[in-house]
């Protein structure tokens, strides 16, 4: 499955470097038909042309591919990658009778109707959802979007745009208030031209 071709114009790689993403984790979780649903017609990022969708058993590959001549066929580009998990959903909110005795209206050998659902889940930092540099901070905007379609999960981030530091939030589908705070450490005085900032931003 790919997603819609962009006919916008390319960015240039000087463009690309301004952008960066430092830190991230996410515990975004949603149905995997949601997930293809998305994709079969995403506003994508200029840089990107399409997102090309690989599964290997239990996991699933979102590979970006590059509007921009300049990166070679052979970088690798960034992906998002996520695991797929079977959980069970219940008409009308009902809870499977865990008690052993029978609920409220229902008979004892009685079990709300149920289905097994796929699920994708987007779980941990950076390194393990978030991967390649190339065209990373792109795929982080696909992520961005990803995360404001689930209903369960989070995802925070710290990230570079236009020389601006930004702190996103985003909590069950909902965009939530996030600021970024830079702490010198007491020596950053002694052998340094500055604060290392990049390794002493958080998320309050």
């Known amino acids: ?3 819609v071709r962009s006919d916008s114009p390319s960015i240039t790689m000087s463009e690309e470097v301004s952008s960066h993403v430092y830190r991230l984790h996410s515990t975004l979780e949603l149905p995997l038909e949601d997930v293809y649903e998305f994709f079969e017609d995403p506003d994508l990022p200029d840089e990107i042309d399409e997102v090309e969708i690989t599964r290997r058993n239990n996991t699933l590959i979102f590979q970006a591919v590059t509007t921009d001549s300049s990166i070679s066929k052979y970088t690798p580009t960034a992906q998002l990658k996520a695991s797929v998990t079977e959980n069970r959903v219940y008409e009308d909110g009902a809870e499977p009778n865990r008690r052993g005795g029978p609920q409220w209206g229902m008979d004892e050998d009685e079990e709300p109707e149920s289905e097994l659902v796929e699920y994708a889940a987007f779980k941990g930092d ?4 978030l991967q390649n540099s190339a065209l990373q901070y792109a795929m982080f905007e ?3 979007e990803i995360a404001r379609r689930s209903e369960k999960g989070t995802l ?3 990230t570079e745009a236009d020389g601006e530091l930004r702190a996103t939030r985003i909590v069950d589908g909902e965009d939530q208030p996030a600021s970024v705070e830079v ?3 007491p020596d950053s005085g002694q052998g340094s031209n500055g604060v290392d900032w990049r390794n002493n931003e958080f998320i309050s």
Do not use: D, S
């Open 1 to 3: 499955m790919k997603g």
């Open 126 to 129: 950076r390194e393990t959802v």
């Open 142 to 144: 696909v992520l961005v």
């Open 156 to 158: 925070t981030a710290i």
């Open 183 to 185: 702490v010198e450490p």
